[in-house]
């Protein structure tokens, strides 16, 4: 386990030991207020797009199923009339030097240049995705390719991005860790912010103490899909017989290890860093056994040559009053 995990293993335990850094977290608050002043008064410059913007984002670090939300926030708008667009950071991707943002990512764009999440929002989406460090940007680029609603992944802490709804993703099990900010704790921002956005959403039931006005929503299995010719299978029967290797390099590996025991999967877990650049050595275990992944990591191994390995397809499922909420917002919006 590496430092970082077990760090952030301690911001979700409550480790005590992480009170020690709460100097270091007074200033991090100190910081974020003073940035998040510049914005309101006008001493940074807020960008804001003809269309309307939906932010979708976190306040902690570590996965919460923020992008299959995104996915279906995509196609929900898609079945409504709406022309949306995603742009995203980008994160662990980068450009080769000479070449230019915004980057449009296809299906085709090298995972080393989009990082993995946009080119799988592209592929699971086939809306306009859009990576740019800069996200009036990046924006910008979405508006001239006819979009006319953008939804900023991952974008809560970018506020040079105006925008017009604020959706907050939050994961049911792990909540808020110990509740303080970093690095004494998994807080990106204090729990404070929360009382700004629009919507708070719950990964699944929460073991925590949740505010009332907050959605939950489930990540739901849906289908099988293989890795080295795309063949699509349903969820039963199971495409493979036995036990396999479950391999995970998402924010919250624990998360798509218990999915896989709920389907009946009999896995033996291997939990890897978040945005972790698979190799052909880090999924060949020498037993013959089958592999199964996410669809996040399956984006950077399609290009390796391994064995049978199944990747699961999992899709948000909102509550309906969640998305009848939305439906009031998005005909204000338009």
Known sequence: MSLGERWLQAAYGGSAWLRLLAPLEALYRHVVARRAAAYRDGRRAVWRAEVPVIVVGNVTLG????????????RHLSERGWQPGIVS??????????AGYPLHVTTDTPIAHSGDEPRMLARQTGVPVVVDPDRPRG??????????????????????????????????????????????????????????????????EPAFSAAADA????????????????????????????????????????RFFATLEALGVRAEPHAFPDHHRFTAQDLTFGDGLPVVMTAKDAEKCDSLVLGEVWVLE????????????????LASLR
């Open 89 to 98: 950071r980008g994160y662990g991707g980068k450009l080769e030097q000479g």
């Open 139 to 204: 924006a910008k680029a979405l508006c001239q390719l006819g979009c006319d609603i953008l939804l900023s992944d991952d974008g809560l802490q970018h506020l040079a991005l105006g925008r017009d709804l604020e959706l907050v993703v939050v994961d049911g099990r792990r909540g808020f860790g110990n509740g303080r900010c970093l690095p004494a704790g998994p807080l990106r921002e204090p729990l404070s912010r929360l009382d700004e956005v629009d919507a708070v959403l719950i990964n699944g």
């Open 215 to 254: 959605w939950i929503f489930r990540l739901v299995p849906a289908r099988w899909r293989s890795l080295s010719d795309g063949e699509v299978r349903p969820l039963m029967p199971l495409p493979f017989d036995g036990p396999v290797h479950g391999v995970a390099g998402i924010g919250n590996p624990q």
């Open 63 to 74: 996965g919460t199923g923020k992008s299959p939300l995104v996915a279906w926030l995509a």
């Open 314 to 329: 999992v899709e948000a499922e909102p509550s309906p009053n969640f998305v009848a909420w939305l439906d009031r917002r």
